[in-house]
């Protein structure tokens, strides 16, 4: 699993509230993505990370915000959860130049 | 029309029949990635190859470039063999491991 783990890995909250998605990485690789997955669409990019404090939009950007202050995490913030947001998010870490490892995901619930 | 398109979307096979998925692409790559996950599981990546062949106990990966066509075969089937399937490409000249995921394909295998 690369010592990727993910925080919560189930979380169900109310429109209109703020969530943060926790990943974390045991082994300080550089790249780190975050994905969003859903039935009809399989896995999209949302934001991405090349290092401390540089980040950069994936394909469905649009409702989320992320942070990476130190190597190991990197955080990812809906500011105003919508029952669109309602997916399984993965955390990625690239491992080699196109090799990445997943995390196990966390079940996101917004009613 | 998706960038990475799989086929068939849902696949069922009785246990001991070989098995193709297959995985087409409309643009250039630097490397293709098979990817399994099991039914609430996380993501395991099974192969990334950027040509020839790969073969891993009973999985065979094979990449057509010219063609951009890849492959997945499953020999002697088994249901634990029973996940969805997952083709992704690094396209070419993108930043580092920035992955585009095909839909999956969802394959059971009864006993």
């Known amino acids: 699993d690369a010592g990727i783990t993910q925080s919560p890995r189930h979380k169900v909250t109310e429109t209109g509230t703020p969530v943060t998605l926790r990943c974390h990485q045991t082994?300080?690789?550089?790249?780190m993505y975050w994905y969003r997955q859903d039935p009809g669409h399989g896995l999209r990019l949302i934001h991405y990370s090349y290092g401390v404090k540089d980040t950069d939009k994936g394909e469905v950007s649009d409702g989320y915000s992320v942070s990476r202050s130190k190597t190991e995490d990197f955080l990812l913030t809906l500011e105003s959860a919508t029952s669109s947001q309602t997916s399984v998010y993965f955390c990625a870490i690239s491992v080699t130049a196109y090799e990445q490892y997943f995390g196990p995901g966390t079940r996101l619930t917004v009613t | 029309k998706n960038e990475v398109e799989q086929s068939p979307q849902n696949l069922t096979a009785q246990e001991g029949e070989f098995i193709t998925i297959n995985c087409s692409y409309s643009v250039g790559i630097s490397a293709l990635h098979w990817l399994q996950q099991h039914p609430g599981g996380g993501i395991v990546s099974l192969f990334m190859?950027?040509?020839g062949k790969k073969k891993h106990g009973r999985l065979i990966a094979t990449i057509n470039i010219q063609e951009k066509h890849s492959s997945l075969h499953i020999t002697a089937s088994h249901p634990r063999d029973s996940a969805v399937y997952i083709c992704a490409v690094s396209p070419g000249g993108t930043s580092y491991g920035k992955l585009t995921f095909g839909q999956g394909t969802i394959l059971t295998v009864h006993p």
């Open positions: 190859l950027s040509s």
């Open positions: 082994e300080n690789h550089r790249y």
